[in-house]
């Protein structure tokens, strides 16, 4: 009861620490005078990732390298199957914005990355620099390209958004940095409860550190991705849905893997090769899909679901 309890109140803490957080750096950039479009690339959509961030350092400081690699792995597998999948269902997801091609190619292609860097299932500290290092270049790039292929319609979507996230954006710096200050704290807070109730609900159920991780852990840290894109989705706003959840994998593998390893060396054997390589299919899958008429249709959001169905059906009898 005490691990569950853990676990819940750890959910809780990670969402409403990433929710504050992403509001006080949203306010901030708006008031430093940054373009929505620029905030809405980088500062929300990676400040959405941050519970995944704050959880897998944890677990990788504290030798659990199953669940710091199992909760990357398994919340790039949710982003998609499950969380675009229920967004498609709710509205079919018409792609315009350009630069989304580039994201996804650059997603299939970092996962792949990680297959190889992790074949000896380790990944070391200079692997990690090599990670964080193609983050800060990613990044960099992507802010590039998407000054030159963004639309008007693009930048009203992004625009909206940010308002909608930072409320008031002549919030004062006090309250700014109340929110980050304590948006951060609530999220060490609650990854720790998250990561020792998890923990020890493996032992009690007598399953693997990198089951509860590619299952419990992903969920619980993909929350805020997953309110993000149907909020989105709601507002008829495709492009952020489906760019949030790109830029989500990638900033998972390059920048959370990278800083995770960087903090300790990782060693997660129970991560197995198909875990791995069902995260890149699906990435593959999702290309497919967005490449051949550039929208996420409903029947194509029941096959990301099904997809995820069969992953954990497969998954949880071992």
Known sequence: MISALLVFAGF?????GAEWLVKGATSMALRLGLPPLLVGLTVVAY??????????????????????????????????????GLTALITPLKIEFQLL?????????????????FRDFQLERWEGLLLASLAIVYTLVNIKMAKITSTPGVEQQ?????????????????????????????????????VI???????MWGVSEALIGLTIVSIGTSLPELASSLIAALRKQADIAVGNIIGS????????????SVAKPIHAPGISLVDQWVMV?????????????????????????ACYCGYLAWLWPK
């Open 249 to 260: 994998n990638v900033f998972n593998i390059l920048a959370i893997g990278g800083v995770a």
């Open 101 to 117: 091609k580039f994201d996804t190619v650059v997603m299939i292609a970092v996962s792949l990355l990680l297959i190889l860097l």
């Open 158 to 194: 992004y625009s909206e958004e940010v308002s909608g996230i930072a409320d008031k954006p002549s919030m004062g710096w006090g309250k700014i940095v109340l929110l980050i200050a304590g948006g951060l704290l609530v999220l060490i807070a609650g990854s720790r409860a998250f």
């Open 281 to 305: 299919a699906i990435g593959v899958l999702f290309a497919v899909f967005a490449w051949t008429g550039l929208r996420i249709r409903r029947l194509e959001g029941v096959v990301f679901l």
């Open 12 to 16: 809780v803490a990670l969402y409403f």
């Open 47 to 84: 400040g959405t990732s941050s519970p995944e961030m704050v959880v897998s350092v944890i677990a990788s400081l504290k030798s659990e390298g199953d669940l710091s690699i199992g909760n990357i792995v398994g919340s790039n597998i949710l982003n998609i199957a499950l969380i675009l």
């Open 197 to 203: 109730g998890a923990s020890d609900l493996a032992r």
